[in-house]
């Protein structure tokens, strides 16, 4: 997949640039996997705003994703599809015995294609295979936390992990954000590279792409009183201290991660700022 830039013809293209959707083989989801989602504005049930910068945009279905991919039965690669409500592609596929299903769509996976899931698999794009039974130095996506929960980590576009060792009954894996931990051998992962990985490269272009997003204007603590931000107040435009959060809580640097988190001890090396 690559991005297109536009011809500065008007304000908004100046600076936009798109994926191209080479990728896309259908613009209809299937219905039988959709669900409604319903936008709360950033409100509770008795009104009150308690999330702010959120509201308004495009309405949307949820595509239901199988990320557990406990099936162990062959699918084929029916379409490959856009989903509002992730970064990634995801794969329409159909099993052997007539059953459809949504899942994360790996880079390079091609209509067509069969992709299985079980204890015996080849470790082929697409695959999903136990830990215990992947080659070392594989790379990797959608990988489980905990045995059966579902993927969990490196799921959003063009991110994914590699698998470095394994020590009795856990494995060792290098993740997207540079942190190195270890996770049961008896999870679950997908083999290759999450689709869609020019997602990064992408530009709105202007405001107006944001709001369709259901992101709102978001202001900065700097301008605003100090009865509403500790960031806030002073004469002109000043810096406004040191960087805190909305509560007082210090940002930038600050570890806010429980230091008595149990799963701490999983952890080999910490990720990188």
Known sequence: MAVKKFNPVTPGQRHKVIGTF???????PCKSLLEPKKSTGGRNNSGKMTVRYIGGGHKQMYRVVDFKRQKDMPA??????????RSARIALICYADG???YILAPNGLKVGQTVLSG???????????????????????????????????????GTYAQLLAREGKYAI???????????????RATIGVVSNPDHSLEQHGKAGRKRWLG??????????NPVDHPMGGGEGRSS??????????????????????????FIISKRKK
């Open 22 to 28: 080479d990728d896309i083989t259908s613009s209809v």
């Open 76 to 85: 084929v690669v029916k379409s490959i599809e856009y989903d509002p409500n």
């Open 99 to 101: 059953q459809k299903s």
């Open 119 to 157: 204890d015996n698999v080849a470790p082929e794009v697409g695959n999903s295979l136990l830990l215990a039974n992947i080659p070392l130095g594989t790379v990797i996506h959608a990988i489980e936390l905990y045995p059966g929960q579902g993927a969990a980590m490196a799921r959003s576009a």
């Open 173 to 187: 894996i290098k993740l997207p954000s540079g942190e190195t931990r270890m996770v049961l051998t008896t999870c």
């Open 215 to 224: 992101r709102r204007p978001h202001n900065r603590g700097v301008t605003m």
């Open 240 to 265: 406004g201290g040191h960087p805190r959060s909305r509560k007082g809580l210090l940002a930038k640097g600050y570890k806010t991660r429980n230091p008595k988190k149990t799963t701490t001890k």
